[in-house]
């Protein structure tokens, strides 16, 4: 398909302006891409403030390493990694900050709509249909905050962001069976966890 033939990505040009010194064409990719990979931290740290914080932390580190990418893979591939990585690096961070305060500062900010790839509530929507919407968006995103980090991580870059196995494969540096292997054991956990706070779900 065309999204997995690095020839045919169409960040292309401004990746290889990127290199070649041009800022504006960096600022482009961030426009192009803030959106989801801002929907991605925030589905792997379950926190808006550290969802940006990370996704700023993200493209700048983007942006120091533009030089070494080689196109191997997609433009959007290569960033999703790096997002992921800083995503892990900030929730042991929060970890350690947090350790002794409530868990419940860590969903604060469920239900909201961070990016297009976000649902939105249909205009014709109800409020009691709107709220039980919110509600079960909140505990979809607490159980996937609740998985392993190796396991969220496929599950956020396959469910939610739709990429490839071969993406994943790119953006995560894992082999494509055990990016296979580890989503089917997080949409098995995801399962439970829903099960448990939202009923029997079939």
């Excluded at 302006?17 to 379950?46: P, W």
């Excluded at 990694?81 to 469920?110: W, Y």
């Excluded at 790119?170 to 494509?176: H, K, W």
Aim: charged fraction near 35%; aromatic fraction near 8%; include cysteine.
């Amino acid at each position: 398909t065309q999204d997995q033939e690095p020839g045919r990505d169409e960040d292309r040009e401004f990746v290889i302006r990127c290199q070649k010194g041009d800022v504006e064409a960096f600022s482009t990719l961030v426009d192009r891409h803030q959106k989801k990979m801002l929907n991605v931290a925030y589905r792997m740290t379950g926190d808006y403030d550290e969802a940006c914080d990370c996704v700023q932390e993200a493209f700048l580190s983007a942006y120091r390493g533009i030089g070494k990418f080689r196109r191997e893979a997609r433009f959007s591939t290569w960033l999703y990694g790096i997002v992921v990585n800083q995503a892990k690096n900030r929730l042991r961070q929060v970890k350690s900050r947090r350790s002794h305060e409530s868990s419940t500062d860590m969903h604060s900010h469920h239900g909201e709509a961070l990016c297009g790839d976000c649902s939105e509530a249909p205009l014709t929507e109800s409020p009691a249909d709107q709220w039980e919407r919110k509600e079960l968006e909140a505990k979809v995103q607490t159980c996937i905050v609740g998985l392993e980090h190796d396991f969220r991580e496929v599950l956020v870059l396959k469910d939610i962001q739709d990429l490839s196995y071969e993406e994943i494969r790119d953006a995560l540096r894992i082999p494509v069976g055990t990016v296979k292997s580890r989503l089917f054991r997080a949409r098995l956990a995801l399962k439970d966890c829903l099960a448990k706070v939202w009923g029997d779900l079939r």
